[in-house]
């Protein structure tokens, strides 16, 4: 199979990977594929180039971006193909039901953790992908890890269950860690986890109190808050209104 | 590549030459951005978009040239650049297109 075969192979399985296409280089309309674990099908007719291409490949297929690219005097496009990102939801709380409906919606992959099995059923989160009855640390290995696409939200109202996750998610490649609870609760969180022995720059990525500033008070108008945070983060935005603010709406490419 | 991919997949599978359509390049606002695709198999069926149908046909041109083994081709719409193509695009955008050959 071509590397443009084994790119659309992929595509249709929901997976992730870019395929490079020499627009002009040594060769033009040579093809390069690369999997997120770095390997490789085919190539640009030059070893240099097919190093140098696997790098900008890496960082777009996680920016999730298709671009094109000058390297090393080529034009290359590099075209992405990746999953809907996934947002794991700790905690099998109401606000954690109207939060994978409103991710739903957005188009995301929302997953339920939570030990307590009588509260983590597929029936109480219908919109979930999957619910997993299980410890943090088991939750996360049942979902493959956690990657530079996956979005963490912690809402168990639970301290021990709180600190458990928060130790694995701090840790992890996650781009964003929310934590639910008021400014007193996540002032007692820190102090939980520094004295457990987290590191400080670690414990600054908690997002708390979660969400952006609505003034949301119900558990749908609250997800709303988390959702619009997490795009906003995705987006590299602070989140404010666009009425207030000057310059482009979108990424172009985005 | 997702919204093409199911239908070049199964032309490929029956044995139809593909021709794939991708915007590699957007300048000021386009309507599609990069990775944005639009195939066409020889019997000139169409999947997938490049714009928001304005220069959809002209790409369908190209495609079936391309798949008389002309090679690859690099298309550039916009406003700036009548003389080369008769198409533009009415939200004062360009766009570049790269039209090839798929290969399964």
Redesign the interface.
Known sequence: ??A??E???I??E?GRAALV?A?EGPE??AKLLVRPDGTTEGGLADAALDVAAVQVADELMWAE????REVDGASL?I???APAPRLLIFGAVDYADALCRLARVAGWRPFVCDPRSQFATQERFPEAEEVVAAWPEDAVAKLGGIDRATYIAVLTHDPKLDDATLTIALRSEAPYVGAMGSRRAQAKRRERLLAAGLEEELVDRIAAPIGLDLGAVTPEETALSIMGEVVAVRNGREGGRLSYVSGRIHE??? | MKDVVDDVRAWAARGDRVAIATVVGVRRSAPRPPGAKMAVNEHGEVSGAVSGGCVEGAVVEVAGEVLKGDGPRLLHFGIADSEAWDVGLPCGGEIDVYVEEYAE
């Open positions: 199979m071509s443009q075969g790119f659309a192979r595509a249709s929901d296409t627009i033009p309309g971006r298709s671009e094109l496009f075209d992405v193909t172009v490419g985005a």
